[in-house]
């Protein structure tokens, strides 16, 4: 019904980069908040960058602002996250989400497709 996929993790030192990407081919994005979620065994799932179903608003937290970008390729449906000047702690499994509509970066339960995530490790 609907796929969602995420690539581009790694391993990485500190100070380096990565650029996930997602796919949902069935899904027209124009229509749907996009975010990335990320989650660390213990804790709970942490939003990490969202763009609004308008197309026009982005979501950051504070711990990533200034250092990940989010963006869509709307002609590929798929969305991306550089992401710059990793540090350990950002280290997580990252997860692509969508719903229709307008949703709540912060709330991962309000998204209601995802993918299976990708690993990302920065060494320290």
């Known amino acids: 019904q609907v796929q969602v996929v995420e690539s581009g993790g790694g391993l990485v030192q500190a100070g380096g980069s990565l650029r996930l990407s997602c796919t949902a081919p069935?899904?027209?994005?124009?229509?749907?908040?996009m975010g990335w979620f990320r989650q660390t065994p213990g804790k709970e799932r942490e939003g990490v960058s969202c763009?609004?179903?308008?197309?026009?608003?982005?979501y950051y937290t504070d711990s990533v602002r200034g250092r990940f970008t989010i963006s869509v390729d709307r002609s590929k449906n798929t969305l991306y996250l550089q992401m710059n000047s990793l540090k350990p702690e950002d280290t997580a499994m990252y997860y692509c989400?969508?719903?229709?509509?307008?949703?709540?970066?912060?709330?991962?339960?309000?998204?209601?497709?995802w993918g299976q995530g990708t690993q990302v490790t920065v060494s320290s």
């Open positions: 989400a969508a719903d229709l509509g307008d949703r709540r970066c912060t709330v991962a339960s309000d998204f209601e497709y």
């Open positions: 069935t899904l027209n994005f124009d229509d749907y908040t």
């Open positions: 763009v609004g179903w308008s197309g026009t608003k982005t």
